[in-house]
């Protein structure tokens, strides 16, 4: 069974960083692309980054361009997300996926940006 968990949201305050983790399962998405994804309250899901395979080549939203990097670790089946800079515009669900033969999800985990 392939499963995504994403990890390491919380409550930061406005100019702090956090660091969230996809680790996956059951799959090892070696030759995939990941992504990280957001949702915050009242508005469409946005795509945040994506990371090729080889993690060769990254590519952001451009209201996260130079704050956020993602990166991979395929040793360990895990892609992050470094955040800094957080701002109050950046509360939201964080998503990671991969499309491999089929549209994977993981359960989202919630960062919170308040004073």
């Known amino acids: 069974q392939v499963q995504l968990v994403e990890s390491g949201g919380g409550v930061v305050q406005p100019g702090g960083s956090r660091r969230l983790a996809c680790a996956a399962s059951?799959?090892?998405?070696?030759?995939?692309?990941r992504r990280w994804y957001r949702q915050a309250p009242g508005k469409e899901r946005e795509d945040v980054a994506r990371?090729?395979?080889?993690?060769?080549?990254?590519n952001y939203a451009e209201s996260v361009k130079g704050r956020f990097t993602i990166s991979r670790d395929n040793a360990k089946n895990t892609v992050y997300l470094q955040m800094n800079s957080l701002n109050l515009e950046d509360t939201a669900v964080y998503y990671c996926?991969?499309?491999?033969?089929?549209?994977?999800w993981g359960q989202g985990t919630l960062v919170t940006v308040s004073s």
């Open positions: 990371i090729t395979s080889a993690g060769g080549s990254t």
């Open positions: 059951g799959c090892a998405f070696r030759n995939d692309a």
């Open positions: 996926n991969v499309w491999s033969g089929a549209d994977y």
